[in-house]
């Protein structure tokens, strides 16, 4: 079954590949490894949500958006190499917009984890970091990265 398949099964759609914020690539391959920028929350074109988790926003509901970010790392991802190249998910990088005293960033980007679970099986189990950060890029909440193995 490929990727896309898998995705339908899943009723998961890829988006298109957020434009960038700046100047940098979205993904880039070097031998084996596809390294992606860190993506936001971002759906057809715009930020969907600001604030810092712990008050402004949930955790639950930060944990949604750090799934919109994984779904976005992968549209980078598929749009450089195509997703049925990649035989294993290597590492998740998130970073959480803090308020003071929010400790619990391995539950928000646990929504990332777990989609790249539910795509990829065992192959999308990875290592992981999970950061509490004071701002993120254009205020948003969570941030995502991914270190894939391509064929």
Known sequence: M??????????IELP???APAGS????VRTGSLVYTSGQVPIVDGAVVATGKVGADITPEYAAELA????LNALAAVDGLVGLD???RVVK???FVASAEGFTGQPGVINGASDVLAEIFGETGRHARSAVGVAELPLGVPVEVELIVEVA
Do not use: I
């Open 85 to 87: 190249a990649v035989t």
């Open 16 to 18: 298109k590949v957020p």
């Open 2 to 11: 490929s990727r896309h398949d898998r995705l339908a099964e899943l009723g």
């Open 24 to 27: 940098y690539l979205p993904a």
């Open 92 to 94: 998740v990088v998130g």
């Open 67 to 70: 799934r919109v970010c994984a």
